[in-house]
């Protein structure tokens, strides 16, 4: 006997609670807004939204499912199974944090804040959630992901970007290579090295992009390519600017291997989540097998 499917709300804590969850009442975060130019009306109605969208995105699912709720500062200790369907409440930012977690569940991303957020991955209004939940896998975008890979088995997956750097993003010093490239390596000292998928080309990669002038072709979501750039290269004696941006097509891999006391790989702005490296470890990042089914 099949399990009925689970409808997993994921959202974050508002920018109201928050505020009062520091300051202790209503009025102390007022006064605290005010004393810096700002109203805490406009951030009691956003969290008002909030809720009244979770309240309308439940009411929506089918009386026959099961239900879980999961905040964002707790995907990483949430066991998500295989018949659920994710539910994603809030914005853009918040369908990367979970994708990570997922292993083929469709998700469904809700926009609470309509002309606020882009609505990129949040694609959808609370009033759509019961006809779309009818039709939930039917019809998706695989979306491309990004993965790290350690050579002490150490994994991580990213929907927009993955970041290889030094913690407080001092100096990073490590080796680079392109898998297949003929050996081509090289000593480099930096502020890290960024490697993004076509939905990150929206983001923190685009910024990169243009910084360079655009010269290469931003990759689609769901294609199978990767673009990777070194953030500020410092040239000496002992360290190159040679390799600093690239392509990475889906079997290509570009490979880092660590000189420094401790690096770290975080992906998508998560940085509490990271894999650590040390001197010596060798990391490869590529294109992800595995893709993220976001509800079209």
Partial sequence: MSLAPRAVLV???????????????????????SSRGR????????????????AEVTSAIPLTWRQARV????????????????????QDGLVANVAKYLSSQPVLGIDTEPGRNPGVLVRHRPRDTAELLAVAGASVDELTMVEAVADDTQRLVALNEIYLGAA?????RYRLGLEGD?????AQASSGVLVGTGTGATGWLRSLWQERGGRLRLPDPTEDRLLWFVR??????ATGTSLVAGELPARARLRLTVESERLIAFGDGMEGDAVELTWGQTVEVGVCGERLRLVG
Wanted: proline residues 4%.
């Fill in 232 to 237: 500020e290269a410092w040239p000496s004696p």
């Fill in 182 to 186: 003929g050996g081509v390596v090289e």
């Fill in 71 to 90: 905040e964002r500062a707790d995907l990483d200790r949430f066991l998500f199974a295989p018949e659920d369907v994710v539910i994603v409440v809030g």
């Fill in 168 to 172: 407080g993003h001092q100096t990073a």
């Fill in 39 to 54: 109203d805490i009306a406009e951030v009691a109605e956003r969290h008002e939204r909030t809720r009244r969208a979770l």
């Fill in 11 to 33: 959202h974050r804590t508002t920018e109201y609670e928050e505020l009062v969850a520091h300051h202790g009442t209503h009025g102390q975060a007022a006064f605290f807004l």
